[in-house]
């Protein structure tokens, strides 16, 4: 397969400055790969990004090329990579995160929290603070990609990265075989937390949102509660025979997300938090305290890939059930329109650089 000399990308200038442009075709280094990339999917924080919301943190600096969920196939490599076992033709999807390696924490398998974050001459956050998948080409660290099987669409694929994320998420829970579940939000994190959780022997699963999300999560299994017209806590309360829900895991990053699952949470359970709040939220630490309550924090998707995509294996029409629409990469407004907005019962939106 010949790689051109220059490709096309989204490439975000400054906030709300994004723009369809022709780019030098991007040369992998060592232990790189360069992947032609066939599906990329939205994030939601893709579009926090493009609105300036995390100025200084991401990116770092303008011009960025964003993008971290996607799929494709190996097409060039730089040194050593065969040497540790990949090769052209490989069908790839990829997580943002690439830790230095050499940290305590990275050590540790913790790489996703990296001491040496931010420094892109021994770190990497693709995306984020380093040009992603909103392109026909882009270069991967191979400590941040994985096979796919050969049965697996690559618009599945593209969603490896966010359900490896909900798969930490519902780990780090301490779930149990039979436990209680309640998850705040049905975005893609919640929806496929619901798959994670139920997939590890989750008893009763219970999710809060509203709309057609809701009715999605209920799809998948989940007991629905639209915060719109119910109490959120008094309905669990109910449900739980007035105990609450053993684990919680907040997806939505708001507020009353939050303090919801605060407030649900049995004694002696523990929430997991994945949403990512603008401002700190206040919260009962004198309940949470007496009731022996753990609460855990999330970064992404520490070692969880290869498993997340064994996983999908067993829920690929699930999965492929929650990708509502599909864009050539050229409609990246309408496509970003689409998904920012909430519009036409748009839960995972993947664009193809490939289409023309």
Not at 20 to 27: A, C, F, K, Q, R
Not at 129 to 154: H, L
Request: hydrophobic share 40%.
């Amino acid at each position: 397969m010949s790689i051109e000399k220059t490709m096309k990308a989204v490439r975000l200038n400054a906030p709300n400055d994004l723009e369809y442009i022709d780019l030098p075709t991007p040369e992998a280094g060592e232990f790189e790969v360069l992947v032609r990339v066939e599906s990329v999917s939205i994030c939601g924080t893709d579009a926090h990004i493009v609105t300036g919301d995390f100025p200084g943190m991401w990116p770092q600096e303008f011009p960025l090329i964003l993008g971290h969920e996607w799929a494709g196939e190996i097409v060039g490599m730089g040194e050593k990579c065969d040497d540790v076992g990949w090769k052209l033709g490989d069908r790839v999807c990829g997580i943002a995160n690439c830790g230095c390696g050499y940290c305590r924490n990275c050590l540790e398998g913790r790489f996703t929290i990296c001491l040496n974050y931010g420094n892109q001459k021994i770190h990497r956050m693709y995306g984020h603070i380093t040009d992603g998948a909103y392109a026909q080409y882009m270069v991967a660290s191979v400590k941040t990609i994985a096979k796919i099987p050969d049965e697996m669409s690559y618009d599945v694929a593209s969603c490896m990265d966010p359900l490896s994320i909900a798969l930490h998420v519902v780990e780090h829970s301490r779930i149990e075989v039979g436990d209680s579940v309640f998850i705040s939000g049905a975005g893609a994190q919640g929806l496929m937390s619901i798959i994670c959780a139920k997939t590890m022997g989750a008893g009763q699963i219970i999710c809060a949102d509203t709309g057609n999300r809701l009715e999605a999560a209920e799809k998948l299994g989940a007991t629905p509660i639209d915060f719109m017209k119910e109490k959120v806590v008094d309905r669990v309360k109910e449900l739980t025979e007035g105990l609450g829900a053993k684990r919680a895991i907040e997806c939505t990053g708001a507020p009353a997300g939050v303090q919801n699952c605060c407030n649900v949470i049995a004694r002696g359970g523990s929430i997991s938090i994945i949403g990512l709040p603008k401002e700190d939220v206040a919260i009962p630490i004198k309940q949470l305290v007496l009731d022996d309550v753990e609460i855990v924090g999330n970064r992404a998707n520490p070692n969880t890939l290869i498993k997340s995509i064994s996983m999908a294996m067993q829920h690929e029409q699930e999965i492929k059930d929650l990708i509502t629409h599909v864009f050539p990469l050229k409609d990246y407004a309408k496509a970003m329109d689409i998904f920012a907005n909430q519009k036409d019962g748009s839960l995972k939106v993947v664009m193809k650089p490939q289409m023309v």
